[in-house]
């Protein structure tokens, strides 16, 4: 009786010892140095949402309204498709907001 209480105590706390070395699954970190999208939903309307996107400076670029589509964000999760179409948006944003940088040269 006094063995098998002192195994299952030994095997309780090997247990919660391995528990303890597991890592958790680290989130990928997303960087913010050309820019970033923002969506801010209604709870009242779930059909539509505003999207702002803002450069790496967090200066707005652009806002755009999204009617008709609902973003089911559950523990801030968006689905795949959604963010890549988000990002594809933000980089054409940051694209057309770019000052020209090439410099014409006049001839002489």
């Not at 539509?48 to 964000?73: C, D, I, P, S, W």
């Amino acid at each position: 009786m006094k063995t098998t209480a002192v195994f299952r105590w030994s095997a309780a706390l090997f247990l919660l010892s391995c528990s303890t070395l597991a890592s958790a699954q680290s989130r990928p970190t997303v960087s913010v140095r050309d820019g970033y999208w923002n969506l801010i939903s209604n709870l009242s309307c779930p059909t539509q949402a505003t999207v702002r996107f803002y450069n790496g400076q967090h200066q707005l670029l652009h806002e755009k309204q999204v009617a008709g589509k609902r973003f089911v964000m559950k523990r801030n999760l968006i689905r795949p498709r959604t963010m890549s179409e988000l990002n594809a948006t933000l980089y054409q944003v940051l694209r057309e907001t770019q000052p020209a940088t090439d410099a014409t040269v006049s001839a002489q």
